[in-house]
């Protein structure tokens, strides 16, 4: 059974940081896509970082470049986001998602089958 275990979270003042981590059992997950993605009250769920798993290569939204960064510990099995020069409009659940790597666009939420049970940042203004 694949199991996405999200921690980390917290309240942050802006301009902190706080790093996300993301432990993934199951399955091998060579062959998959590792996502964050963020979900703030009243809005939809937004991509915010993905990394190949074998790969390693990433994506981050627009919105996210030079302030945040995905990176994998292979020993640990474990995805993590750092994040750095938060703003108040980062506030919101995150999530760590998996998917094929060949199951769409990485942007896109459809294209991950797996999903942890989210993780609450906030920041303060």
């Known amino acids: 059974q694949v199991q996405l275990v999200e921690s980390g979270g917290g309240l942050v003042q802006t301009g902190g940081s706080l790093r996300l981590s993301c432990a993934a059992s199951?399955?091998?997950?060579?062959?998959?896509?590792m996502g964050w993605f963020r979900q703030a009250p009243g809005k939809e769920r937004e991509f915010v970082a993905c990394?190949?798993?074998?790969?390693?290569?990433?994506n981050y939204a627009e919105s996210v470049k030079g302030r945040f960064t995905i990176s994998m510990d292979y020993a640990k099995n474990t995805v993590a986001l750092q994040m750095n020069s938060l703003k108040p409009e980062d506030t919101a659940v995150y999530f760590c998602?998996?998917?094929?790597?060949?199951?769409?666009?990485?942007?896109?939420?459809?294209?991950?089958?797996?999903w942890g049970q989210g993780t609450q940042v906030t920041v303060s203004s």
């Open positions: 990394i190949r798993w074998s790969a390693g290569t990433t």
């Open positions: 998602a998996a998917g094929h790597y060949l199951s769409g666009s990485a942007y896109y939420t459809s294209s991950y089958n797996y």
């Open positions: 199951g399955r091998t997950f060579s062959s998959y896509r």
